[in-house]
C-alpha cells in the first residue's frame, strides 16, 4: 500500500491512472478499489481528490501562484469549478 500511496502523491498534479495503480498493486481495477476502500475506510478517487485539495490549499497558504494556476495545477477547469470543490467536499473535479 506504500507503493501505491507514493505514486498517488508524485501523480498528483497529473492524471492518475487508475488501471496502472491496480497493476503496481498486482490486481484488477476493480478489486484494488475494494481493497483500498476497505482499507483506508475511503474510495480512491475521494482521496485522490482530498489530497489534490489538501495539497493546493497549503500552496494557496504558501506561495504568490494565483488560484486559477493552482486550480488548472490540481486538475480543475476553472477557479469557479475549484473554488466551489472547496466548498463543497462532495463536489467532483469538472
Known amino acids: 500500500m506504500e507503493q501505491i500511496l507514493d505514486y ?55 506561495s504568490d501562484i494565483s488560484i486559477l494556476d493552482i486550480a488548472v495545477k490540481y486538475g480543475y477547469n476553472s477557479q469557479e469549478a475549484f473554488s466551489r470543490a472547496f466548498t463543497n467536499p462532495v463536489s467532483r473535479l469538472t
Open 8 to 62: 498517488i502523491e508524485l501523480c498528483l498534479t497529473e492524471s492518475i491512472d487508475f488501471n496502472e495503480i491496480a497493476r503496481l498493486a498486482c490486481c484488477s481495477n476493480y478489486n484494488f478499489q475494494r481493497i483500498f476502500s476497505f482499507c483506508m475506510e475511503i474510495p480512491l478517487a475521494e482521496y485522490i481528490r482530498n489530497r489534490r485539495m489538501s495539497v493546493a490549499a497549503d500552496e494557496l497558504r504558501n
